[in-house]
């Protein structure tokens, strides 16, 4: 049994962006289905905007999944080639995953700004603790 403790919370978040992936779709195609809209309709954004109006907050989510959780991706596989996993470092990573899970909640169902955004907040200074502990890791050895 291999020990790397930083790869749950990485299939953690990447689980969460499939989930929201395939909510976004099983949204999208019923609002389609629901409204009779021709998918070539859907041909550029502005025209899935005015038509899609149901399931623009899952979109948004997904495109957000793919902004600053990259460098959570990148964070988690570097400490696993540096071999830096420290319990302060998964846990910092599990709450930032955690967190992310809350924030896609909120944006995808009752759309709350403020809860949504302190979330996000939240989970930013996460990440930056995260590439701290990196960053002081390299630096100091």
Do not use: G
């Not at 899935?48 to 990259?70: G, H, I, M, Y």
């Not at 700004?113 to 979330?119: D, I, N, P, W, Y």
Request: glycine content about 0%; proline content about 4%.
């Amino acid at each position: 049994m291999f020990y790397k403790p930083m790869l749950l919370p990485l299939l953690a978040q990447v689980f969460l962006t499939f989930a929201v992936w395939i909510y976004m779709y099983v949204t999208r195609l019923s609002e389609i289905r629901r409204k009779n809209i021709n998918p070539q309709n859907l041909d550029t954004r502005v025209h899935s905007q005015s038509l899609l109006t149901e399931s623009p907050r899952q979109a948004d989510n997904l495109k957000n999944l793919f902004e600053l959780p990259v460098l959570f991706y990148v964070a988690a596989l570097l400490s696993m080639v540096l071999m830096i996993q420290d319990q302060f470092l998964v846990q910092l990573a599990w709450a930032y995953v955690a967190l992310r899970y809350v924030h896609s909640f909120v944006h995808c169902t009752y759309n709350r700004v403020m809860h949504r955004f302190t979330a996000y907040a939240a989970s930013c200074l996460l990440l930056m603790l995260i590439w701290a502990r990196l960053a002081a890791y390299v630096l100091m050895n």
